[in-house]
């Protein structure tokens, strides 16, 4: 299969890049040097690389700094989108296309009726996730207008190496090791009251080939775990992990405007439609998280 990947240089687009090129397929990658709000440029890498398959990632996707520049987020997210639906229409045989939403459409979801199935109302409560559903509805307009095999895909929270320090495992695992260093005995947090569903980016990774390869046209899929976490329940995992005994103090800067209490996600059409089932465990993707932390902090 010959795959077109955006935001390849990615957290997540390294690792599909990496999953791709092991399982047989002939990937094109583009990251910055391809601006998707630039339709022409969209276009014409499209056309070059003449692929079967599309995985659409390029995203401003940090939930808490869309709040500072949400026009950027609607560049990116929304208009970057419909280039890429263009630009797939536009080749001479149509490929499979996986647009990459996420789990944060769902917003404020009462915890009686989670885990959030895909039929779930969509109740954005931040830029980001405003601008994933509006992304969502593009995809949902070109397969019904035009015949494009759109799959939608909601990620919940996944985590792993590589992943940006702006987020919350990883920035977790830098101070943990900062403070172990420089012998403190307190770690700053946001809010531990949140509870997520956490999956690692090697087995989303996995969901997303599998979902090209046999995921239904017009549809949407979560790719999660079934499980919520506390982030101090997380927080623990990691300091046990560390061998570390910090005290946990809130900082008030790591608090977002808006935070959604609760996100755990139902993978049953997921599971269905492809067999998928994680196979990370979630202390190993933590303690790789350390370890490569314990390797980057001076």
């Not at 910055?32 to 390029?58: K, T």
């Not at 996707?61 to 520049?69: I, K, L, N």
């Amino acid at each position: 299969m010959r795959a077109f990947v955006t935001g390849a240089k990615g957290f997540v687009g390294t690792w599909l890049m990496t999953h791709l090129q092991a399982e047989g397929d002939e990937v094109v990658g583009v990251d910055a040097e391809i601006d998707v709000s630039d339709a022409g440029a969209v276009r014409r890498a499209l056309l070059d690389a003449a692929p079967d398959a599309v995985y659409h990632l390029a995203a401003r996707s940090h939930v808490g700094s869309s709040w500072a520049d949400p026009e950027e987020v609607v560049r990116v997210n929304v208009l970057g989108t419909l280039h890429v639906l263009e630009g797939a229409r536009a080749c001479p045989t149509a490929p499979r296309l996986l647009l990459v939403s996420s789990a944060e459409v769902y917003g404020f979801v009462d915890e009686a009726v989670l885990p959030a199935d895909e039929t779930t109302p969509l109740t954005p409560v931040t830029p980001y996730a405003a601008s994933k559903v509006a992304a969502e509805y593009l995809g949902i307009q070109a397969h019904l207008a035009h015949g494009l095999a759109v799959i939608r895909v909601r990620p919940f929270n996944h985590i792993g190496p590589g992943q940006g320090a702006g987020f919350v495992v990883p920035s977790l695992a830098q101070r943990i090791v900062e403070a172990r260093r420089a012998g403190v005995a307190q770690v700053g947090v946001g809010n531990l009251a949140a509870k997520r569903d956490f999956t690692d980016v090697r087995d989303v990774v996995r969901a997303y080939r599998l979902l090209v390869e046999r995921g239904t046209p017009g549809e949407v899929y979560n790719v999660c775990s079934g499980r919520a976490l506390s982030m101090s329940d997380l927080a623990v995992r990691m300091l046990s992990l560390a061998g570390a005994d910090f005290e946990l103090v809130p900082d008030p800067e790591l608090f977002r405007p808006v935070d959604v209490p609760v996100l755990c996600g139902d993978p049953a059409k997921l599971r269905g439609a492809t067999g998928w089932v994680p196979r990370v465990e979630l202390d190993r993707t933590l303690a790789d998280v350390l370890a490569e932390w314990a390797d980057r902090v001076p």
